[in-house]
């Protein structure tokens, strides 16, 4: 039974399927399902597509272990072209690029999650060369302090043209405020379900 009402018979029983990472929004590649792909897929929870110049299925990974692990699947408008978010294991593409257009498959803003793991790291293990740990040491009020120095230091860079000046003092405020979150015991996604609730109110 097809569930997500797709149109299979508008092109020889076979639908275009886009693979997204569900974090980074990259598209990974394109492949091609049957019905029974689909229910392969849904079922394993692996994407399975129809090759159509081996005429056959074939689980995404099968001969090199990188899987493409389901996480949603949605239909577009025309009921005819599948949206699969997926987590990769492994590269993507045979060429061993992440993804199958040769784009890295990575966003910038991730590495605050690397970052946050860096400073958490520094308090539960700290050494006397890290800057972090001495911060930790220092206690709250000093952590604090610092982030108001630093909200202070991006206020004035706002006031001049200078995009070099203004991008070191927002980084350096957002590194303060991430110490400040984990000193005082905090996750960064509380903050953000803080907002996603005032968001979902307006």
Known sequence: MNKLNIDFKKVNDLVPAIIQDPDSNVVLMLGYMNQEALDITLETKRVTFFSRTKNRLWTKGETSGNFLNVVSLTVDCDNDTILIKAKPVGPVCHTGDDTCFAEENKSKTFFIDE?????????????????????FAKGINKVAQKVGEEAVEIVIEAKDDNKDLFMGEAADLLYHYLVLLEAKGYELDEVMEVLIDRHQKK
Not at 116 to 126: E, H, L, M, T
């Open 115 to 135: 970052l946050r793991a860096i400073i958490k790291d520094r308090k539960n293990n700290p050494t006397d060369k890290s800057y972090t740990a001495s911060l």
